[in-house]
């Protein structure tokens, strides 16, 4: 199998001090990561971007940031390290909890991106996907519903930002084909892929979570991985399983916002 041409990473917290929560990595870390990217000549594309080239050019390294959740820790504390070092990232905002505590996680609940912050991150050159409207399991809701989460979500982040939102990432990693056909009727043209799937159609992307306890090497051997299907992204879906909340909290097919 081939190694995907735009390799990926998705985080979610980015925060100085981390918590019990496997989804936070720390400030300090990411710095050194960035560094270490930049002096490996990687160049960031955003996912819309991805979508419409076909292949990086002879030798160039290309690498997709991307931010699931649209938390305030986003904008306090990644966008300065992404801004200094010429990255561009996409950042998946959830529609319904702008400014709100998220509601599925367990041990802590997570600030999302108020609306200005959220125009403030698009204005900067970074790009804003849908997550949907609620944090749902979109494979456990019928295809009205999850057209809805799908349509609603994007409707309002392009009146937030003042331009099309065509970028998703399911929740949980949540998909199936016909989940992805109804997002291409509703007008997405690239989501991510983090649990199943190898992107072997336009305009999905694989990419590889990214969690406290990774070391910069460790995120830096994700990166250079040639197997799709390797131990590396194995523990990266573990670990991405584990990192939101129970399967009861899952299983919801809708989140009240605290
Ligand atoms: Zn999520």
């Not at 400030?27 to 955003?46: I, V």
């Not at 709100?100 to 996907?129: C, M, Y």
């Not at 250079?224 to 129970?246: D, E, K, N, V």
């Amino acid at each position: 199998m081939q190694k995907p041409p735009f390799p990926g990473l998705l985080f979610h917290s980015v925060v100085p001090k981390p918590r019990a929560e496997i989804a936070h990595f720390p400030l300090g870390r990411f710095e050194k990561l960035c560094n270490a990217l930049r002096q490996r000549n990687y160049r960031t594309l955003t996912l819309h971007e991805a979508a419409n080239v076909a292949a990086p050019a002879e030798g160039e390294k290309t690498l997709l940031l991307t931010f699931d959740d649209g938390l305030q820790s986003v904008h306090r504390h990644a966008l300065p390290v992404l801004d200094f070092c010429d990255f561009r990232a996409t950042v998946f905002c959830i529609s319904g909890f702008y400014g709100k505590k998220s509601a599925w996680d367990v041990f802590t609940r997570n600030r999302h991106l108020t609306r200005e912050e959220i125009r403030a991150i698009a204005q900067s050159g970074h790009e804003i996907g849908s997550h949907t409207c609620t944090h749902a399991y979109l494979p456990y809701l019928d295809d009205q519903s999850i057209g809805r989460e799908l349509s609603e979500s994007k409707m309002r982040l392009e009146d937030i930002i003042g331009k099309a939102v065509t970028s998703l990432s399911f929740p949980y990693g949540g998909w199936n084909r016909r989940i992805w056909e109804i997002a291409r009727e509703t007008g997405y043209s690239a989501a991510t892929l983090y649990c199943g799937g190898d992107g072997d159609q336009k305009g999905l992307f694989p990419v590889l979570g990214v969690h406290q306890f990774d070391s910069v090497d460790d995120v830096l051997a994700k990166l250079a991985t040639a197997l799709p299907l390797s131990i590396i992204r194995a523990r990266s879906r573990m670990m991405a399983h584990f990192a939101r909340g129970t399967p009861i909290w899952k299983y919801r097919k809708e989140y009240v916002s605290v």
